[in-house]
């Protein structure tokens, strides 16, 4: 596992009068940065995805480099459904509370952008801090998916609004032909490769392809996507080694740990108040 980074204590470069003054770069620039350099193939960083600021603390107490965020998780805390049920407005102010309780690199699942043209997406996001966020390829309403180069024009026009904007985000491109079963599993991994490519080509960090579960797959993906590749955790059926093993960059746990929990609490917690069971045993 990627070890705690410090972003805060690293060392400006040594001035050289012969050369232009160059500005210093913002704290969000910093830790884009940071969270950039945490993606590094055979040595995952791991993301147990945080939905609001006391789970970031818990994230950021427990000695990891980043935080991640979930949308289902997310949107369950703010009474939405996922598939951006929730208002942008919510999604971002519920972003920008958990970047000012911690102190590490904040990324933000932010589905497939809230319908807002790439400008306003980048303008709006990085009022919140956040140095990273994920983008999908398949509409959240009805999961179908996204024509690969609509999507790749997408991405090429975040970053390029980035750009203009002076703005480092670290751009997480879910794909999602896995996920929606779109072909047949040959070609689901052919349209993986594919669209994983043309989203790094356009200015995408990482490709996340969810739903890739089967070690041989995940190896292949590793090996054939040219750049860092985000896997999710699942239900732990490869354990974090064995991720690192296949060429891993990233480990995502999405809404798994938050409906773990929840549903322990609603089964085992409440059922022993309602039964005049003592909770705090269990």
């Given at each position: 596992?990627?070890?705690?980074?410090?972003?805060?204590?690293?060392?400006?470069?040594?001035?050289?009068?012969?050369?232009?003054?160059v500005r210093e770069a913002s704290p969000p620039q910093r830790e884009a940065a940071a969270l950039r350099r945490l993606h590094v193939?055979?040595?995952?960083?791991?993301?147990?995805?945080?939905?609001?600021?006391?789970?970031?603390?818990?994230v950021e107490a427990a000695g990891l480099p980043a935080v991640a965020t979930s949308s289902a998780a997310t949107a369950a805390v703010l009474g939405y459904d996922d598939?951006?049920?929730?208002?942008?407005?919510?999604?971002?102010?519920?972003?920008?509370?958990?970047?000012?309780?911690?102190?590490?690199?904040?990324?933000?699942?932010?589905?497939?952008?809230?319908?807002l043209a790439p400008?306003?997406?980048?303008?709006?996001?990085?009022?919140?801090?956040?140095?990273?966020l994920n983008l999908e390829d398949s509409n959240p309403p009805d999961g179908n998916m996204i024509d690969v180069a609509e999507q790749?024009?997408?991405?090429?026009?975040?970053?390029?609004?980035?750009?203009?904007?002076?703005?480092?985000?670290?751009?997480?491109?879910?794909?999602d032909s896995f996920l929606?079963?779109?072909?047949?599993?040959?070609?689901?991994?052919?349209?993986?490769?594919?669209r994983g490519?043309?989203?790094?080509?356009?200015?995408a960090d990482c490709v996340y392809p969810i739903g890739a579960g089967n070690p041989d797959v995940i190896k292949v993906l590793a090996e054939g996507i040219p750049g860092p590749v985000n896997v999710a955790y699942g239900l732990g059926k490869l354990s974090l080694a064995e991720l690192a093993a296949l060429g891993v960059a990233r480990v995502s746990f999405g809404p798994a740990l938050q409906r773990h929990l929840y549903g322990k609490f609603g089964s085992a917690l409440l059922s022993a108040v309602t039964s005049d069971e003592n909770p705090f045993v269990l």
């Open positions: 596992m990627t070890l705690p980074l410090d972003i805060h204590d690293m060392e400006d470069s040594m001035s050289d009068p012969s050369r232009p003054e193939s055979g040595d995952p960083l791991v993301l147990p995805n945080a939905w609001d600021a006391a789970s970031a603390r818990m598939g951006e049920a929730a208002p942008v407005e919510e999604v971002l102010a519920a972003a920008e509370r958990i970047v000012r309780a911690v102190s590490l690199p904040v990324t933000v699942d932010f589905e497939r952008g809230y319908g400008a306003e997406l980048v303008e709006r996001f990085a009022a919140t801090g956040a140095a990273g790749a024009d997408f991405l090429a026009a975040v970053r390029d609004a980035a750009t203009s904007l002076n703005v480092d985000l670290v751009i997480n491109a879910r794909t929606r079963r779109s072909g047949s599993p040959r070609a689901q991994l052919a349209a993986t490769l594919d490519a043309r989203y790094l080509a356009a200015g």
